[in-house]
Each structure stands twice: as structure tokens, then as C-alpha cells.
């Protein structure tokens, strides 16, 4: 199952993209399964975020996408972006599955699956070499998003799968033999660039790095990108870096727009225009069992994560994305006042994380 091609921008965004005639609804049926033919989605159990689900529309792609989402620092909003993003494209009448690779579990966390010792889970396929379609559970309150969980087991497979044949391709195995349809495959990766991680990249397509709008957000970035070059080079050459979303945004501070323009102009057109701002109801979702689209759906994190998954979207078919209602960053100004000795220190310190 692979990932579709990256594709530049080409043709404008039009209402018959975003017609019932070309985008399906949620998906009624409870467990992985074959697609039902396009329809009017029946009213669900979200209430706001199911008014805002129908008012925008999302293209499904023509094949699956299987997104990884890396970056080895922790604490940048992994997790957060991969099961909001994956809500967001199922609302929208998306089939995602969310793979759990971080032997935390905060993502089957955030998604109220149940991930305890006994469960089986990403670790039995990584190891035992089970069918990933017996650890795929549905997500309860979101139709169409399903959940591969990591268990504590996990944190031991980085040195069991040393040993095994085969060891980098068993994750992309088992999603190519996985055979119910998908739409978005999203894998969430633990904080480092280990075994787990690169089974990640030989089986994804497209690589997503969420980058906090904080001090030394850079710092270390080249070594992922570094790594992804060597897995495109030997192992997988479809992988690419796709997307780069900005998160933790806070407008009133300097350093959030100068981290925004240092990623920019790394970066370029791989830069959504939509960020990730600052959240209390982000960070409550989580110990709901829920994401911040059904916890609070008409919250700013909520729109900010529905507006990032349709330009991921849109891109993903080739669509011009109008961004005019996207909360952009990196042409704000701040004060009045020239940047300072400190301010150029941080710029500098940015750059070097890439070298």
C-alpha cells in the first residue's frame, strides 16, 4: 500500500471539489471494511463538530498516504498533531488509521483506546510478525478512524528487533499486507531515531515534522533530515519530506515569528500556512480519552487543526489551497523596534540545527 506522489500546487480550489458529488461522508460502519458507495452522511454523536465537518469538506486522495510524523525532540506537539490531524481528515469522511509507535501510547491515549499490557498491539506485529488487522481497533465517537495501540512492550523492541530478519521493513510489510481501504495512514514516532523510527520511514511516503515556535526549534532537525535521505537512499525511495507544521504559535511574542521565518525560509512551500497556536483545550483533550475535536470542536486548536488537514489535503490532489482562512505566521510584526544582539544569537542558534 503506498503513498500517493507529492504533487506542487497546480489547478484552484473550486466549489465542485468540495460537492457532495465528489467527497464522501463518514463511513457507518463500525470496524474496517470495504467503502460504501458516496452518500449524505447521517447526522452524528459531535454535534459542533460535525456542523463544521459538513460546511468543509475534504478530497479523499486517490491512494493511500501514509504520512510519518517525526521529529526526534520531544515535546513538540508529535503526538498532539498526528491524532488531531487524524480526527480532523475522519470527521471530514476520511478512513485513518493512526499507527502508534511510541511506546508511551500517549496517542492511544488521546484517542480512548485501551493500550495495557494484555492488549494486543504494534509490538506483536513488529515482533511476532502478526497481521496488522488484528490489533486495529475503531476509535469510539469518530467514525472512520481506526487505531493500531502501543502497549509498554514497545520500549523493549528497539533491541529485540536487532536481532530479526528484516528488521527495518516489518512495519511497511504489514501495511502492505493490511487489506481494508484506507485513506490517510498516520504513524506517530517516539522521540528518537532509532529502529522504531525507521521502520516508520521505510513505510511511509511522506514525512510530517511538527516544529514548536520556541528556542532552538532547529536544533538537531538535521539529523532527521539526514536520516531520511539515508533511508531514501537505500531502503525507501518514494520518502520524502512533505509537510512541516508550525505549532505552539504565540502571536504576541518576537521569537515565534522569527522561529516562523527561519523555518520558512529553510523550508519554503513544505511550510503549511496554517500553525498550531497555543492551547489549554489542547492540552486538556488528552486526559478526556479525546482529541481536541470532539473534546471542544469550535475551539481555536480545534479550527486550526481542521484548517491544517484540509490544506494537507488539498495539497495531497494538487489543489491550490486558499489560505485566507488559515492562521499564518511569519509576516507579523511585533513592535516596532529592530531586533537586537539576542534576537540574531536565536537566529543563528536556529540555523545551526541544521548544519
Do not use: W
Amino acid at each position: 500500500m503506498a503513498g500517493s506522489p507529492h504533487r506542487e500546487p497546480d489547478v484552484e480550489e473550486s466549489e465542485s471539489l468540495r460537492s457532495d458529488a465528489n467527497i464522501a461522508g463518514p463511513m457507518a460502519d463500525p470496524v474496517p471494511g470495504p467503502r460504501p458507495a458516496d452518500s449524505e452522511p447521517a447526522p452524528g454523536p459531535l454535534g459542533a463538530a460535525e456542523v463544521v465537518s459538513r460546511e468543509t469538506r475534504m478530497p479523499r486522495p486517490d491512494q493511500t498516504r501514509v504520512m510519518v510524523v517525526a521529529n526526534q525532540k520531544g515535546g513538540v506537539g508529535k503526538t498532539t498533531t498526528t491524532v488531531n490531524l487524524a480526527a480532523s481528515l475522519a470527521l471530514h469522511g476520511n478512513r485513518v488509521l493512526v499507527v502508534d509507535l511510541d511506546p508511551q501510547g500517549n496517542a492511544s491515549t488521546a484517542l480512548g483506546i485501551d493500550h495495557h499490557a494484555d492488549v494486543p498491539s504494534i509490538y506483536d506485529v513488529l515482533v511476532d510478525q502478526r497481521k496488522l488487522s488484528d490489533v486495529v481497533q475503531p476509535v469510539r465517537d469518530v467514525e472512520g478512524l481506526f487505531c493500531a495501540p502501543a502497549t509498554i512492550d514497545l520500549a523493549g523492541a528497539e533491541i529485540e528487533l536487532v536481532s530479526l530478519v528484516a528488521r527495518e521493513s516489518r512495519l511497511d510489510r504489514a501495511i502492505k499486507a493490511y487489506e481494508q481501504p484506507l485513506d490517510y495512514i498516520l504513524i506517530d514516532c517516539p522521540p528518537s531515531l532509532g529502529l522504531l523510527t525507521v521502520n516508520a520511514l521505510v513505510a511511509g511516503a511522506e514525512v510530517l515534522i511538527p516544529i514548536q515556535c520556541e528556542y532552538y526549534a532547529l536544533e538537531g532537525l538535521g539529523q532527521l533530515l539526514r536520516n531520511v535521505e539515508l533511508v531514501r537512499g537505500h531502503l525507501n525511495p518514494k520518502l520524502h519530506v512533505s509537510t512541516i507544521l508550525l505549532t505552539m504559535y504565540d502571536g504576541r511574542t518576537r521569537l515565534a515569528s522569527q522561529v516562523a521565518d527561519e523555518v520558512r525560509s529553510h523550508f519554503g512551500q513544505e511550510v503549511l500556512r496554517t500553525s498550531i497556536p497555543r492551547s489549554v483545550r489542547i492540552s486538556e483533550a488528552p486526559s478526556y480519552g479525546q482529541t481536541v475535536l470532539t473534546y471542544d470542536p469550535g475551539s481555536s486548536g480545534a479550527l486550526s487543526y481542521m484548517e491544517a488537514a484540509r490544506e494537507i489535503a488539498l495539497r495531497g490532489i494538487g489543489v491550490h489551497y486558499d489560505d485566507s482562512r488559515a492562521h499564518t505566521v511569519g509576516h507579523q510584526s511585533v513592535g516596532h523596534q529592530p531586533v537586537g544582539h539576542q534576537q540574531q544569537q536565536d537566529q543563528h542558534s536556529m540555523s545551526e540545527g541544521l548544519q
